[in-house]
């Protein structure tokens, strides 16, 4: 019972790198989402998609590119780091209904120096 | 537009006190969904609780217990005597599936909770 998983769990870049983050989710969820955790900001929306094919930008999407080729990953990527992308990044997944919660991965912690 | 406020920032108690997190929600949305996560000092999010804003009935689970009242727009998150294991940062998130789809939570910006023994 993998549930959501996210690649790598730490990453440290320098500026001006590129790198992508991994979500893969095997409970056949048709949404997925990307969020980053700031100190004092909770979790802010990135990018999120509602199906395989399909993306699009949530409130702070600048920086990030997303990809859903396959319905079990959804990727995250920044083309050219910069450190306020510092961030604790959470890919979370949801069944359709309405009722469901959103299930979350155990986050990944990427800072860029 | 949605906003969840969590006014408290950090609360500090000792073991065995009883202790309320509050929310305030704003949402214009008539359908909607709140939520209580909890994050542990090892990082993960742990889902509590889900309530939609049809059913205002309290809602008790051990030693945790919610109100959601609507005349108020607050979604309050007590413990009841209060343990160690419960020190870690609460989330209080609002759903609104009508909005546009997407269904994504908008999250308050946590209250750091720690229980001293």
């Known amino acids: 019972n993998a549930g959501v998983t996210q690649t790598p769990k730490f990453r440290v870049l320098k500026t001006g790198q590129s790198m992508t983050l991994l979500c893969a989710q095997d409970?056949?969820?048709?949404?997925m989402y990307w969020y980053r955790q700031d100190p004092g900001m909770g979790l802010r929306l990135i990018h999120y998609?509602?199906?395989?094919?399909?993306?699009a930008k949530g409130e702070v999407p600048d920086g990030y590119n997303v990809s859903r080729l396959k319905k079990q990953n959804f990727l995250l990527g920044l083309e050219s780091a910069a450190p306020s992308q510092t961030s604790v990044y959470f890919c979370?997944?949801?069944?359709?209904?309405?009722?469901?919660?959103?299930?979350f991965g155990d986050g990944t912690r990427l800072s860029i120096l | 537009a949605q906003k969840v406020t969590q006014a408290q920032t950090e609360i500090s108690v000792v073991e065995k006190e009883d202790v309320t997190l509050d929310c305030v929600y704003e949402?214009?949305?008539?359908?909607?969904?709140l939520f209580w996560y909890k994050q542990p000092p090892s990082g993960e999010l742990v889902f509590l609780i889900r309530?939609?804003?049809?059913?205002?009935q309290n809602e008790i689970s051990g030693r945790y217990s919610w109100n959601f009242q609507k005349s108020t727009s607050s979604f309050n998150f007590t413990i009841t005597a209060s343990q160690v294991v419960d020190s870690a940062v609460y989330f209080c998130?609002?759903?609104?599936?009508?909005?546009?789809?997407?269904?994504?939570?908008?999250f308050g910006s946590g209250t750091r909770l720690q229980v001293q023994p």
């Open positions: 979370a997944s949801r069944h359709d209904s309405r009722n469901q919660p959103q299930h």
């Open positions: 409970m056949n969820h048709e949404y």
């Open positions: 998609s509602v199906g395989e094919g399909t993306t």
């Open positions: 949402t214009r949305d008539t359908t909607y969904y």
């Open positions: 309530r939609n804003s049809f059913d205002e």
């Open positions: 998130a609002l759903s609104a599936p009508m909005d546009t789809g997407r269904r994504a939570l908008t």
